[in-house]
T-cell receptor, first 116, second 116 residues
């Protein structure tokens, strides 16, 4: 467990408004991830970070940006929210071990976002 | 590219019986890892078990075991002595070396219902 919290836990917003979701971890894990979960799709990677100020795109990055200015915080921003971004968003953190295919990702509780 | 297939959208099992959740994967990588996560109705993602591609023994964690058949590219989760609390969504995932981190690809999940 990486002591991961997400805020807010629930948010309803309107199309076209900017939204920022926050992920906070207390274990000094190196890697952090943002996923979205939609029915019938499992979890899909949006963006990830492999260190402070080091981020990269995942499978479904269009319409999202991220920032990581401190090890413990990873922010996901929807610049102009659309209804297709209604989803449950999960943050995950991973310690970052050498040879780490077995390095477990631990997840936050999720944020349910509704875009009207 | 990596792909995980979970062919059982939903399954039922009688309490105290064993159940197998199927997972097949596709990758051209020689080194990879296989994970199972549980997602109860409360929504959090809980790590259950891990198997490395070079591990010769099947992984076990309490009532969970991973039936790893490398030649068949399958990584089935076996839950022994099912309990009501095992009712949840179960996700199979594969780790691989991505750009800058160790990433996961998830299957679409299997919903397990345990019947009293």
């Amino acid at each position: 467990d990486a002591g991961i919290t997400q805020s807010p836990r629930h948010k309803v917003t309107e199309t076209g408004t900017p939204v920022t979701l926050r992920c906070h971890q207390t274990e000094n894990h190196r890697y952090m991830y943002w996923y979205r979960q939609d029915p019938g799709h499992g979890l899909r990677l949006i963006h990830y970070s492999y260190g402070v100020k080091d981020t990269d795109k995942g499978e479904v990055s269009d319409g999202y940006s991220v920032s990581r200015s401190k090890t413990e915080d990873f922010l996901l921003t929807l610049e102009s929210a659309t209804s297709s971004q209604t989803s449950v968003y999960f943050c995950a953190a991973q310690r970052g071990l050498a040879g780490g295919l077995g390095d477990t990702q631990y997840f936050g509780p999720g944020t349910r976002l509704t875009v009207l | 590219a990596q792909k995980i297939t979970q062919t059982q959208p939903g399954m039922f099992v009688q309490e105290k019986e064993a159940v197998t959740l199927d997972c097949t994967y596709d990758t051209s990588d020689q080194s990879y890892g296989l994970f199972w996560y549980k997602q109860p109705s409360s929504g959090e993602m809980i790590f259950l078990i891990y198997q490395g591609s070079y591990d010769e023994q099947n992984a076990t964690e309490g009532r969970y075991s991973l039936n790893f058949q490398k030649a068949r590219k399958s990584a089935n989760l076996v839950i022994s002595a099912s309990q009501l609390g095992d009712s949840a969504m179960y996700f199979c995932a594969m780790s691989f070396v991505g750009a800058g981190s160790y990433q996961l690809t998830f299957g679409k999940g299997t919903k397990l219902s345990v019947i009293p």
